[in-house]
């Protein structure tokens, strides 16, 4: 599904150079590399503050724990999501309440939103899916008028940026109050190994999520709040450093490889290719299409030497580990549709027309010939 040996291959001199300069220093926690990483990612997001730490799931629950929201606080998010955030809210004794998602672009339905509001609502999170925002400038409106914190889980669209109505774009993680994000090596700017970050425009937050990353001490050993230990390393550091410099060229490739599937892969009856929201640029990371006969369709590819995945075979709602909160089939069907109706196909910084010329042709003879 990526290729993260061709990448490697082709910065691998930088990147090991940055390494040994981390070892020979020793500065392997906190050190030069990781200041300098957060800054260049809040300068990217033109915000004042960045908060690097151990991976995206980690930004969320920080990001949650610094909004100071009381056990029982009800917070809205997709059902149709990687369940990272969905368990932040719920380890920190907050109630995930879901929101079905939007037929073209598989984001948070805006127009189902209000309906979920009670007085217990405190924060929405919004997950930008596969590379694409979600419809904000909705989202802030009802936040704004039902005082709601929004986060925005960014780990899948970094770089996307979000065309406002009066002609403004800004940039995906920077919207609302607060926005998180994943280097999980498979995600467009990728570590090698764990690491996340933590957006904000706000002072005051920003100081609240540093000292909760590190065990809740803005002293040396006094710890005015309860917090967690959460770091992203040096050498992780290092590698983003060097990364972050061809993000937009990665990013290019991204798009590229989009347009070349759209084209070969449209006429296809069986096919709903990716909708591109106006509201939004795309940085694919991935290209999900919703596809008839799935599990054939997987086959056929695997036996042509195609990988492809299914991003997520289940909903948040009927997850076992969220049956106390006794949702059932049904609440919530574009989510439980997708879910067994979505396919992604191979997309990265590498990918070439020629590959993607395979794929589409291989896909066309299965719904020609199937
Ligand atoms: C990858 C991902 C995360 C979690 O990131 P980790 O670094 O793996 O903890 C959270 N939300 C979404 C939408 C993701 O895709």
New binding site residues.
């Given amino acids: 599904m990526v290729d993260l040996k061709g990448q490697f291959s082709s910065i691998e001199k930088e990147v090991m150079e940055r390494i040994q300069s981390v070892i020979s220093t020793a500065s392997f926690i906190q050190g030069q590399e990781v200041k300098s990483f957060e800054t260049a990612l809040a300068d990217l997001g033109h915000v004042d503050f960045c908060i690097s730490c151990a991976?995206?799931?980690?930004?969320?629950q920080l990001s949650l724990m610094a909004l100071d929201l009381k056990p029982g606080d009800e917070v809205l998010v997709p059902a149709f999501?990687?369940i990272?955030?969905v368990e932040a809210i719920a380890l920190l004794q907050l109630k995930p309440v879901f929101i079905d998602v939007d037929a073209e672009t598989f984001n948070m339905d805006t127009d189902k939103i209000e309906a979920a509001i009670t007085d217990r609502t405190k924060a929405i999170i919004v997950?930008?899916?596969y590379g694409q925002c979600a419809h904000m400038e909705k989202v802030l409106s009802l936040a704004s008028l039902h005082g709601l914190y929004i986060i925005e889980?960014n780990?899948?669209s970094i770089e996307s940026e979000y065309l406002l109505s009066n002609g403004l774009s800004i940039k995906a993680g920077t919207i609302g109050d607060i926005g998180?994000t994943?280097?999980?090596p498979s995600?467009n700017l990728g570590a090698y190994g764990?690491?996340?970050a933590v957006l904000t425009k706000d002072e005051k937050w920003a100081k609240t999520i540093r000292a909760m990353a590190n065990h809740g001490q803005e002293e040396k050993y006094i710890h005015h709040t309860i917090g967690i230990n959460s770091r992203l390393d040096s050498i992780q550091a290092a590698i983003l450093n060097v990364k972050l410099k061809y993000l937009t060229l990665y990013t290019a490739t991204r798009q590229r490889a989009a347009a070349l599937y759209d084209e070969q892969l449209k006429g296809i009856a069986e096919l709903q290719l990716p909708f591109r929201a106006p509201y939004s640029t795309h940085v694919f990371?991935q290209y999900t299409i919703k596809v008839t006969r799935r599990n054939e369709l997987q086959q056929y590819l695997i036996g042509k030497g195609i990988a492809s995945m299914i991003y997520y075979p289940f909903p948040a709602h009927l997850q076992p580990a969220y049956s106390y909160l006794n949702y059932k089939k049904g609440d919530f069907p574009m989510a439980e549709n997708l879910c067994d109706q979505v396919l992604s196909l191979p997309i990265h910084s590498e990918s070439n027309e020629e590959d993607i010329s395979y794929i589409c042709q291989t896909i066309r003879a299965f719904y020609q010939h199937g």
């Fill in positions: 991976n995206g799931t980690d930004a969320l999501t990687y990272a955030p997950v930008h899916l889980d780990a899948q998180t994943s280097f999980f995600k764990d690491g996340g990371h």
